[in-house]
Nanobody
């Protein structure tokens, strides 16, 4: 059974940090790119970052570049999203997703095969 389980969300003040985790199981981790998306109330789902560990590729949306860092621990089949200098506009439900292959740049959400349940991130001003 394929599973993606996010954790690490919470409430933080502006300027603070959080680290999200996405634990994957049920598929060959190295064959997939893992992406992070977010969706705020009333807004479209937005691609935030993506990583292909086997291809050594990463992608960041302009809105998070320089503040967020994506990384992986392949031994644990886990991808992390370190979020620093958080802003109120980063408030959203964050989802991780797995898509087969090594493409990471501007990969649309319907190009992903598996999704987690999401974790809430709230940044207070």
């Amino acid at each position: 059974e394929v599973q993606l389980v996010e954790s690490g969300g919470g409430l933080v003040q502006a300027g603070g940090s959080l680290r999200l985790s996405c634990a994957a199981s049920g598929f060959t981790f190295e064959d997939y790119a893992i992406g992070w998306f977010r969706q705020a109330p009333g807004k479209e789902r937005e691609g935030v970052s993506c990583l292909s560990s086997s291809h050594g590729r990463t992608y960041y949306a302009d809105s998070v570049k320089g503040r967020f860092t994506i990384s992986s621990d392949n031994a644990k089949n886990t991808v992390y999203l370190q979020m620093n200098s958080l802003k109120p506009e980063d408030t959203a439900v964050y989802y991780c997703a797995a898509g087969v292959g090594g493409s990471v740049v501007d990969r649309p959400y319907d190009d992903y095969d598996y999704w987690g349940q999401g974790t809430q991130v709230t940044v207070s001003s």
